[in-house]
Antibody
Framework: EVQLLESGGGLVPPGGSLRLSCAVS????????MNWVRQAPGKGLEWVSA????????YDADYVKGRFTISRDNSKNTLYLQMNSLRAEDTALYYC????????????????WGQGTMVTVSS | QSVLTQPPSVSAAPGQKVTISCSGS????????VSWYLHLPGTAPKLLVY???KRPSGIPDRFSGSKSDTSATLGITGLQTGDEADYYC???????????FGGGTKVTVL
């Protein structure tokens, strides 16, 4: 069974840092590009970052550039999101998500999603 | 403000059909594949359609996708109470070099 299990969320003050992890099982992790997608309370889905299957190429939404870093460890089947300089508007449920196809085309559908980990930025 | 525009809500009676539109531009829908997702807040989103009109295994043919120029449409036939959810379109925007989603459409079964 394909599974994505996020962890690392929590309450952090503005300006603080947090590292999210996503443990993957049930498919060959190193064959697929991966994403982080978030949903703020009462808002819609918002893409955050993506990373190629090898980890050599990364892509970020403008609102997280310079603050968030996506990375992966294919030997550990784990995806990460390092979040620095957190702001109140970063408060959201963060989903780890897999593209349906191999390759790094960002127009591919996203077919597997985790249950999400909640990040709350507040003093 | 989302790059892709969807109606906030649509509704229909059980057994009827609804369509959800997704309007974009040449930098996104016009030159890229479109996907559609069903989402109940707080749960994992579900992929309904990818590559404009393909369904993943396990998705019934009540759900269909189409694309024309810079717009895409999701159709749901034989509406069921279990279809009540938020629906999102998504694609790649080559100007932003980013994945973009529509603002979401809430489907209500009357």
């Amino acid at each position: 069974e394909v599974q994505l299990l996020e962890s690392g969320g929590g309450l952090v003050p503005p300006g603080g840092s947090l590292r999210l992890s996503c443990a993957v099982s049930g498919f060959t992790f190193s064959n697929y590009a991966m994403n982080w997608v978030r949903q703020a309370p009462g808002k819609g889905l918002e893409w955050v970052s993506a990373i190629s299957d090898s980890g050599r190429r990364t892509y970020d939404a403008d609102y997280v550039k310079g603050r968030f870093t996506i990375s992966r460890d294919n030997s550990k089947n784990t995806l990460y999101l390092q979040m620095n300089s957190l702001r109140a508007e970063d408060t959201a449920l963060y989903y780890c998500a897999k593209f349906i196809k191999g390759g790094v085309y960002l127009g591919n559908g996203i077919d597997v999603w985790g249950q999400g980990t909640m990040v709350t930025v507040s003093s | 403000q989302s790059v892709l525009t969807q109606p906030p809500s649509v509704s229909a009676a059980p057994g009827q059909k609804v369509t959800i539109s997704c309007s974009g531009s040449s930098s996104n829908i016009g030159n890229n594949y479109v996907s559609w997702y069903l989402h109940l807040p707080g749960t994992a989103p579900k992929l309904l359609v990818y590559d404009n009109n393909k369904r993943p295994s396990g998705i019934p043919d009540r759900f269909s996708g189409s694309k024309s120029d810079t717009s895409a449409t999701l159709g749901i036939t034989g509406l069921q109470t279990g279809d009540e959810a938020d629906y999102y379109c998504g694609t790649f925007d080559s100007s932003l070099n980013a994945v973009v989603f529509g603002g979401g459409t809430k489907v209500t079964v009357l």
